[in-house]
């Protein structure tokens, strides 16, 4: 399994970007997809998860600004930011998880089963 992060960079105060998870090895239609990001000397945290039934979670901080959607087609999970601000810079790392019970652990960690390289993503004020 293999979960391919990009789409990272360098964006100003107010722009946007989109990251995209390519997974190979696995369907994003069959497992539960997320993002999760770690700024520099913090925690890794979560920051948006699509189910397999693609129901949608945000941590409450992107919620309006941040979209993740999926493209079984492509085999792809896209994260649309919008309105980033420099609290946002981070590694953005996408996840997967086979997990039989997921509302209530979609924010942790240790529900995920497969993880990307990372990419990242710098917001200038």
């Known amino acids: 399994v293999q979960l391919q992060a990009s789409g990272g960079g360098l964006v100003q105060a107010g722009g946007s970007l989109r990251l995209s998870c390519a997974a190979s090895?696995?369907?994003?239609?069959?497992?539960?997809m997320a993002w999760f990001r770690q700024a520099p000397g913090k925690e890794r945290e979560f920051v948006a998860a699509?189910?397999?039934?693609?129901?949608?979670y945000y941590r409450d901080t992107v919620k309006g600004r941040f979209t993740i959607s999926r493209v079984i087609a492509e085999n792809t999970v896209y994260l649309q930011m919008n309105s980033l601000k420099p609290e946002d810079t981070a590694v953005y790392y996408c996840?997967?998880?086979?997990?039989?019970?997921?509302?209530?652990?979609?924010?942790?960690?240790?529900?995920?089963?497969?993880w990307g390289q990372g990419t990242l993503v710098t917001v200038s004020s």
């Open positions: 699509i189910s397999r039934s693609a129901v949608t």
């Open positions: 090895g696995l369907s994003v239609g069959n497992y539960h």
């Open positions: 996840a997967a998880s086979r997990r039989a019970s997921y509302s209530g652990s979609y924010d942790y960690q240790n529900a995920y089963n497969y």
